[in-house]
């Protein structure tokens, strides 16, 4: 099998699998909602005080709902034994690994970007700070798989997994954090997120780039 | 480089460099070389600490306040270095397979973390009278919060395998992992803010009185042989516990405490 045919079957056996198995979607998206909804019980509701915290509230919420996610990427097929056939395979591990994080990254990228714009009704935002704010969810959730996908690969045996891929992940996701609100708060406030999306993207590239490599590297340490 | 160490030197063939990457050959010259540094470290803290009360003048704006720099300073200074230093023996040891760069990692984790916490409780400490707040959300502050993190992660992970030697390559894959994250990192935060008063310490030109400079310079190298002393210790103390069984412990053990 080709290199390309190997990470097609991979991304059609995931797409395949998030189809049949609903929650793997949904209870990210249930927990997105329900964080999204708990901060104006503590806050308060009045819609200018809302209108400030939206946009971080917004973002964080969806960064946890994918970080949840992590351990979807190799736990399952550490317990049912497809993991190592994908160690087996002729095909760079690296590769694989990438079709699955894409794969991961299309179906809960896509999931959480679209129902961002209904939260941000919530907080009162306007409608092309919401519009800002999904298409920024839509490229911090890659990258946080991306980089995600080191710490999950170095857990699949480990003890504690889930709450240490937090400890892990999270600190090192405050650039796109960073970007990613900063450029939805500059519509807030009418100036051009140009330069926010840029870092926003070339983010996304870098990861693209080397994490794929430190995951195999991370699969192999941690499956010895 | 000396040749007087216990250990026979035939049965490790090689440069002194590649001889020194076997813990039975540095364990000897590690409790040596601590020995030295927590000196070293003890005199010129005494000396730094004293030049830094006694002989400093007083600042002209903050007053007696400042003089808590020649702990914030180094400090700040070694949790920033002390990764670099954690993220070199990890690639050394993913590179080279040698076990003590591991180690070294290890035993440095702990000593810059507790560097990061130094470095934030006495900055917090200065910022109640000079800013009003325990607390602002300043680039470097929030820098080294972050960085703290990093290291917690670290030993987080180190200490979640029971396959010790799968937790060393783990870990250092991580520590690989933040030291590329490090940089970007900071200019983030640094882009989203910056109230923190200007580096004052340039070569070449400084702001700062030569007797607070000289002060400050002789902290740090405190705190540089302090950091060493302790990685050193917590080393050999790793050591002997990887090697208990080992043959060579023993008799290195024995001969030191006859």
């Not at chain 1, 999204?36 to 915290?53: D, H, Y």
């Not at chain 1, 939206?54 to 949840?68: D, E, P």
């Not at chain 2, 009360?53 to 702990?71: H, K, L, N």
């Not at chain 2, 010790?164 to 992992?177: C, E, N, P, Q």
């Amino acid at each position: 099998m080709s290199l390309r045919g190997a990470t097609t079957a991979v991304i059609r056996r995931e797409l395949q699998l998030f189809a049949q198995r609903k929650s793997d979607w949904a209870n990210p998206l249930m927990f997105f909602l329900i964080v999204c909804s708990l901060f104006p019980f503590a806050v308060g509701s009045e819609s200018e005080k809302l209108k400030l915290i939206g946009i971080g509230v917004i973002f964080v919420g969806a960064l946890l709902a994918a970080m949840l996610s992590l351990p979807k990427l190799f736990d399952e097929d550490a317990r049912d034994g497809s993991l190592e056939l994908m160690l087996a395979s002729p095909e760079p591990l690296a590769a694989l690994i990438l079709a699955r994080v894409a794969a991961l990254s299309l179906a809960l990228g896509i999931a959480l970007s679209a129902v961002t714009p209904v939260f941000a009704l919530f907080y009162a935002l306007p409608f092309d700070v919401a519009a800002m704010l999904s298409l920024n969810v839509l490229m911090a959730v890659p990258t946080l798989l991306l980089v995600g996908s080191i710490a999950a690969a170095l857990l699949v045996s480990a003890r504690g997994g889930a709450i240490l891929t937090a400890v892990l992940v999270l600190p090192l996701t405050i650039p796109t954090l960073i970007f990613g609100a900063g450029a939805a708060l500059k519509v807030l406030y009418g100036e051009s997120p140009a330069a926010e999306l840029a870092l926003q993207a070339a983010f996304m590239l870098l990861a693209l780039a080397l994490c794929p490599l430190a995951a195999a590297a991370a699969l192999k340490i941690s499956t010895d | 480089m000396a040749r007087t160490e216990s250990q026979s030197n035939d049965k490790f063939a090689g440069s002194w460099f590649w001889r020194y990457a076997s813990p039975a050959a540095f364990f000897p010259l590690a409790g040596k070389l601590e020995k030295l540094c927590w000196a070293l470290a003890a005199v010129l803290a005494a000396v730094g600490l004293y030049i830094g009360f006694f002989v400093a003048p007083t600042d002209a704006q903050q007053g007696e306040v400042y003089r808590v720099i020649f702990i914030h300073v180094p400090a700040a200074w070694m949790t920033m270095v002390i990764y670099m230093a954690m993220a070199f023996w990890a690639a050394t040891g993913l590179v080279l397979g040698t076990r003590l760069s591991f180690m070294m990692s290890h035993a440095l984790a702990p000593t810059g973390a507790i560097m990061a916490v130094v470095a934030l409780v006495t900055g917090s400490l200065w910022g109640r009278p000079t800013w009003g707040t325990y607390w602002v959300w300043d680039a470097r502050l929030t820098s080294t919060l972050i960085l703290f993190f990093l290291y917690m992660g670290y030993m987080a992970l180190a200490a979640s395998f029971d396959d010790k030697k799968k937790g060393d390559r783990a870990s250092a894959l991580i520590a690989l992992v933040g030291a590329i994250n490090v940089p970007i990192i900071y200019f983030s935060v640094k882009w989203w803010n910056t109230l923190h008063q200007g580096s004052s310490v340039r070569p070449g030109s400084s702001s700062m009185a030569a007797t607070m400079l000289t002060a400050m310079m002789i902290m740090t190298f405190a705190f540089w042989f302090y950091c060493v002393a302790a990685a050193l210790h917590r080393l050999r103390t790793d050591i002997i516990e990887r090697e208990r069984n080992a043959a060579w412990l023993r008799d290195t053990l024995k001969a030191a405490s006859q």
